[in-house]
């Protein structure tokens, strides 16, 4: 299937590995021309090479730190009127709930909240007025239930949801639509700090804590980042224009309500 993205500029926030790397890697594969971003430069000019072998349009890396003005200035610089923003940051390590004091909380706020906040407020009034614009906001499962260890993400990761929840409607009849794309358990560094937190605080091996929270995925494996990639560049697309306000699993079941 065309997704319609050839020609298409596309910021995809830290997306020098993992799930960014996912959804920059479906973009540029259809086409569009994406700014990947990073801190590390030379992972991210690992991860611009390898994209650029296969993409269809350009691509080029940012090295910057968004958590700072000056890192959000340096990727709005690269690509100040994208059709596309990927907001996507890490989250906190996992800490008990009780180890989570006023500093964690802050940093999670500003990294999985008022960053990617800011970054759509930047992007929006250009977005408006050329009557298109996406904006897919990954944030995780832990939104919709709760995950051990991530309570402060998930605090952050709702605000953000319900922000954006309102800047879709606001937008929806300019052309923009605003999604969040909630991550269950992908094969990703990320989950290794999860699981590693999890088999230390439980006392046991990696390898059983894997187990363990594996089972927990009617699927019976963790997922493909292509997988969540593919999902990005749909939304992304044309073709997904009745689409917005949503905020759509993709856990291999994971989550057990029916809603």
């Known amino acids: 299937m065309d997704l319609q993205l050839r020609g298409k500029t596309a910021i995809v926030c830290a997306s020098s590995q993992g799930l960014g790397l996912a959804c920059a890697s479906a973009l540029a594969a259809e086409g569009a021309n994406v700014v990947l971003n990073g801190r590390d430069e030379t992972r991210l000019s690992e991860a611009v090479s390898a994209v650029r072998a296969f993409a269809g349009g350009t691509v080029t890396g940012v090295a910057a730190d968004i958590a700072t003005p000056e890192g959000r200035a340096a990727l709005l610089a690269a690509c100040a009127a994208p059709d596309i923003l990927v907001n996507n940051n890490g989250g906190p390590p996992p800490r008990a709930l009780d180890a989570i004091d006023e500093e964690a909380m802050r940093d999670a706020i500003n990294a999985n909240m008022m960053i990617p906040i800011l970054l759509a407020q930047s992007v929006l009034p250009s977005m408006a007025r050329r009557g298109f614009g996406r904006i897919v906001n990954i944030t995780s499962v832990a939104v919709r239930m709760t995950v051990p260890g991530l309570a402060a993400s998930t605090a952050a990761r709702a605000g ?59 699927m019976g494996r963790l997922g493909d980042p292509a997988e969540f990639g593919t999902a990005c560049a749909f939304l992304c697309s044309p073709l997904a224009a009745y689409v917005t306000g949503q905020n759509i699993l993709i856990d291999g079941g994971l989550f057990p309500g029916v809603n």
């Open 160 to 218: 953000l949801t319900g922000f954006m929840a309102a800047a879709a409607r606001h937008y929806a009849a300019q052309g923009i639509t605003v999604n969040a794309l909630l991550p269950g358990y992908f094969a990703t560094a990320r989950i290794d700090r999860v699981i590693e937190a999890a088999a230390e605080s439980g006392r046991t091996s990696i390898d059983s804590a894997r187990t363990a929270w594996t089972g927990q995925i009617p």
